[in-house]
């Protein structure tokens, strides 16, 4: 099993935001700069990385096709937070050097080897989806609007990614070993929802996702994905999948 046809598929998205016209007028409200501002930059900042122990984890997967398509990977995560930055600078809204949260998931990806790199990546990744859905119905800009909405395409077949990555690892696994990986995904998706909502409940708020609605929201994801790491069927990028509207 190898990773050629994602690495198709990230070369081929590479020019997933040329479609996005900087030149419109683009107008924030006070109270909606105000609801948005700590949050957008907290997000940006998580978007950035250079993987580099990501990449160097990789290399016990022993697939070369698993390697580039990662490097694509990381360069479309960067574009994310380089279009979020991009926006930010046109508001002139200030970037976050540091971030705590950030820095634990930083820390959490670098712990211990590729499954549980893969792992926490994948949980911000699920939050992430939730995330940009609820920005999306919190502003008005149209520009953010279309920045968010391929995004959320993006994350999408990230989620796949991920979890077709996982699946692959886990065949090298017994039973209970991945019993046991689950049941801490599980603890850590839960411990990650109740931070992200304290950091970030005004977004999601104005996106009308109160707590319990967050909640579902992402353990719906969640369990999508668990279902994509136990279909042994999945061996492509899976593209068809309809990001609801605002």
């Known amino acids: ?116 790199t893969i792992t926490v990546l994948l949980t911000a990744e699920i939050i992430s989806m939730i995330y940009y859905q609820a920005l999306t119905k919190a502003t008005a800009s149209k520009l953010l609007k279309q920045i968010c909405g391929q995004i959320l395409i993006d994350e999408e077949m990230h989620l796949q990614f991920q979890s077709f990555s996982l699946r692959v690892l886990y065949e090298k696994k017994n039973i209970l070993s991945i019993f046991i990986s689950r049941i801490l995904h599980r603890i850590l998706m839960g411990g990650t929802i109740v931070m992200v909502w304290i950091f970030h409940r005004k977004v999601l708020k104005a996106g009308k996702y109160y707590f319990f609605d967050f909640f579902k929201a992402v353990f719906s994801e969640f369990k999508k994905c668990e279902s994509m790491i136990a279909d042994k069927s999945l061996r492509v990028p899976v593209t068809n999948r309809i990001i609801p509207a605002a």
């Open 1 to 116: 099993m190898n990773f050629l046809k994602w690495q198709e598929y990230f070369r081929s998205n590479q020019d997933h935001f040329d479609h996005l016209d900087w030149r419109n007028d683009d107008i924030l409200t006070p109270d909606e700069r105000r609801t948005i501002l700590s949050s957008i930059s907290q997000f940006q900042r998580g978007e950035y990385s250079e993987g580099k122990h990501f990449l160097e984890f990789a290399k016990n997967m022993k697939d070369e096709s698993y390697i580039q398509a990662l490097r694509f990977f990381i360069k479309e995560e960067q574009d994310h937070a380089g279009v979020l930055g991009k926006f930010m600078d046109n508001h002139s809204m200030e970037k976050l050097k540091n971030d705590w949260l950030d820095n634990v998931f930083r820390r959490l990806r670098k712990l211990a080897d590729l499954e549980c």
